[in-house]
């Protein structure tokens, strides 16, 4: 694999809208969910827009700072996925948010991404000072469970939420 993780810049914007476009395509068709969802939050045809909003810089009530990376295929030269790293946890991060949000792409899943790419998030997190990542992940998503407990993923407890759902709380420490 020749994979890395990059910060969004002008010269991966067709790839963005690829990737985006394919993703939004299976949100609706399949229902399957929108992780890390800020990259979802804006418009990636406004680009300078979407890059200058992307990344929360100070914290909110409800947000803390965090740091957006995209995972790239060198080889291919498309954008797989994406890793959204809070810089530090309050409130329902704490509970259900965690410190690592991340995605691949539909048409690149099953393939081992997901768990290179929390590998090297968890590099940029220990860049970050953090000893010990909390990761989330609804139950019923087995490939995401198996990617962090690759990783070195302890499960510490399960939260049913008001929906019903069950999130699973993940504790990673990073050496």
Known sequence: MNLKLIKLTKEYEKQLEEMIEEWKSDIIANNTNCSPWVIFKNDPHDF??????????EETDTWVPDSVFFLLDRERNILLGAVNIRHWLKGELLRTGGHIGDGIRPSERRKGYATEMIRLALLECKKLGLDKVLMVCER???????????????????????????????????N
Not at 48 to 57: A, G, I, S
Not at 148 to 167: A, F, H, R
């Open 140 to 174: 019923d998503n087995i490939g995401s469970a198996k990617s962090i407990i690759k990783n070195g993923g302890v499960l510490e407890n399960e939260i049913t939420n008001p929906d019903g759902s069950v999130e699973q709380r993940y504790w990673i420490e990073i």
């Open 48 to 57: 300078d827009n979407y890059l200058k909003n992307l990344e929360t810089k």
